[in-house]
């Protein structure tokens, strides 16, 4: 149904709420795609000043992507992308990328617990 009927004087009165909600946080997001498929996963996602490192499982190996957000264009740029066998070795170099930014041991250790329930939510067998 369209959000208004033609002729109508007051569209909003047409909308209709009754479908299906839109999962607003990452727990929910993996709940409702809990999976062994690496291609349905959301990949974990780490913002560090203009720079976003994601790690996500493909068919190769867990791959590590960095971007750049380039203000002029207003648009994420690659940097780098490698593929590892482990997610403990995509983690690790994260990690080494993140260093530069000055991480105190309360931010690494949230990332690593972050990191750790990522894993386990979106890669456990069920």
Known sequence: MEPFEPGSNNPVANLRTDGPSV????LEIHAER?????????????????????????????V??????????????DIRLSSYAWPREAFGVLLSRLASSDLDAETVDQLSTDFAEWVGIGFARI
Request: glycine share 6%.
């Open 34 to 62: 809990r999976c062994t498929s690496a291609a349905t996963a959301v990949p974990f996602v780490v913002q560090a000043g203009p720079s976003v490192l994601m790690i996500e499982q493909s068919h190769d190996g867990w």
């Open 23 to 26: 999962p607003w946080t990452p």
């Open 64 to 77: 590590l992507a960095e971007l750049r957000f380039d203000g002029e264009e207003c648009l994420f740029r």
